[in-house]
């Protein structure tokens, strides 16, 4: 059972637009949300989180929105830049006081073209 | 300081043989959790170690199984492999004090197993 979806497998953007990425979850007791990106080769590296409890968190170029409701959160990158190529996971977390557990999609891999 | 490292990063194993993998985490970093990625599943938990205990567990047969020692390093290990265990084993570290929901584990750059 896949808690948590990325349906894009990947996508392409020019370098300068805007890239949205989405991520969809069925549990809403997931009180933490996080954005990872992974070049080949080397671990994933952490990006950007957001709380259950806000709607959007900004830093930089990387804004991360939150639709309860929808149990929909998207990771928007602008501009993008060729160094944003890589693979980006969403996850999520169930805090339960005593462990470290996320849940993770399957990534999308993101192909910024200069 | 220095990351997190796991090792071998390369590693080619036979059917029904096992296999130790190695995690050094972030010094100061008492949680140690271990992923595998494999094409199309994202990255799947497999288990977590505070001080040396095992504090969760995910969906994976008794051949997956791990170990903290006193320093913080971590090994997991294998057993019985199978062709369907070939994947990328990432270890991930954090201080286990709930930050990693605002700052995110650190990963090692992983162990690529294949299975022949």
């Known amino acids: 059972d896949q808690q948590v979806k990325q349906n894009s497998p990947s996508l392409s953007v020019q370098e300068g637009r805007i890239s949205i990425l989405n991520c969809d979850y069925t549990?809403?007791?997931?009180?933490?949300f996080l954005w990872y990106k992974k070049y080949p080769a080397e671990g994933p590296t952490f990006l950007i989180s957001?709380?259950?409890?806000?709607d959007k968190n900004e830093d930089g170029r990387f804004t991360v929105f939150l639709n309860k409701s929808a149990k929909h959160l998207s990771l928007h990158i602008v501009p993008s830049q060729p160094g944003d190529s890589a693979v980006y996971f969403c996850a999520a977390s169930l805090y339960g006081g005593a462990t470290n557990k996320l849940i993770f999609g399957t990534g999308t891999l993101l192909a910024v073209q200069p | 300081k220095a990351g997190v490292t796991q090792t071998p990063r390369y590693l080619i194993k036979t059917r029904g043989q096992q296999v130790t993998l190695s995690c050094s985490p972030i010094s100061g970093h008492r949680s140690v959790s271990w992923y595998q990625q494999t094409p199309g599943q994202g990255l799947q938990f497999l288990f977590e170690?505070?001080?040396?205990?095992?504090?969760n567990k995910g969906n994976f047969p008794g051949r997956f199984s791990g170990r903290q020692f006193s320093n913080s390093r971590s090994e997991m290990n294998v057993s019985t492999l199978e062709l369907g265990d070939s994947a990328l084993y990432l270890c991930a570290s954090s201080s286990g004090q709930g930050g990693i929901f605002r700052y995110g584990y650190t990963f090692g750059s992983g162990t690529r197993l294949t299975v022949v």
């Open positions: 170690y505070f001080s040396e205990t095992q504090r």
């Open positions: 957001i709380s259950s409890i806000k």
């Open positions: 549990n809403s007791m997931f009180d933490y």
